[in-house]
């Protein structure tokens, strides 16, 4: 009998537009020979499931719903989710699927958590000798000044949403009548910022995963655009040059993935993710970890599956199947 898979997708913040280009992604890339698949949309207002075109009321009391024509109600037996940000990047949908027993695709809660607050992840990870940015976290009732923003980080410098992603109410600020906007418009984002000092260099991004039996780690994949940073712009409006694998010598490839797969551990994680870096004077340094990274058809890690010679249809399946293994 085929298993259901529900593909979560949807969010409660601006990252929904991405989420619904991963979503289609997915529902492309699974094996329908193996598997129902069913589009879950999740927002702050409800769950819905579409079927046939109809869309039906998800019951979040065991994540069901009753399908009218045959007054059967349909369980999942599997959640693939595709929400990044919030609640499906930062824990919260994790710690739901946990209490019901139900399998799903990414890293669990704690993983999440950790891996979705950027100042405390990469400050997590520099305990362990991984090159990180300086920055300074900013909250809502944190008193600072614009001049020791300054003197501590220089300028240029980035602010970002400390829990947000795909580059969204990002900023890079030159000068200090610049900052206070940059702020404010990552606090319109999340509850919190991230302001971190420019590191000037080559980026680059790997994507890896493990199951009981094996780890793959991906080809890495070289990011050059013309704007002024990896915007969202460059990453969804194709303002970007995105070379597979990477022009890195042989030595350097070999450290991103050491490192990766270090990441990978450090944070214990589960399913595919992607950690992005920066070459700086021959040094990478760790810019963030993506636990549910994009999965449109032309994203990063679609990419690095092809230029490794694996299906990606048989990389999802591997990461389903070795979750069921795991019950």
Known sequence: ??????????????????????????????????????????????????????????????????????????????????????????????????????????????????????????????????????????????????????????????????????????????AVDQLQQAIDAAFGETPDVIIESFISGREVTCGCYKTKDKEVVFPITEVVTPNEFFDYEAKYEGQVEEITPARISGEMTDEIQRLTRKVYDLVGAKGLIRVDFIISDNQPFLLEVNTVPGMTQTSFIPQQIAAAGLDIKEVLTEIIENEFNAI
């Open 1 to 174: 009998m085929k298993r259901n898979i529900a593909v979560v997708w949807g969010g409660y913040s601006s990252e929904i537009v991405v989420s619904a280009k991963s979503m289609a992604g997915i529902c492309s890339f699974l094996d329908e020979e193996k598997y129902n698949i069913y589009k879950i949309r999740i927002t702050k207002e409800k769950w819905t499931v579409e079927v046939g075109g109809y869309v039906y009321t998800v019951d979040k009391n065991d994540f069901s719903y009753i399908c009218p024509i045959s007054d059967q109600r349909i369980y999942f037996d599997f959640a693939y989710i595709i929400i990044h940000g919030t609640p499906g990047e930062d824990g919260r949908l994790q710690g739901y699927f946990d209490m019901l027993g139900i399998p799903y695709s990414t890293c669990g809660m704690m993983a999440s958590a950790l891996t979705m607050n950027k100042f405390i992840c990469n400050n997590f990870l520099k305990n362990f000798g991984i090159r990180v940015a300086d920055s300074l976290y900013l909250n809502k009732d944190t008193k600072y000044n614009l001049r020791g923003i300054e003197e501590k980080l220089k300028f240029p410098l980035f602010v970002k949403p400390n829990t947000g992603g795909s580059s969204f109410a990002t900023t890079k600020v030159k």
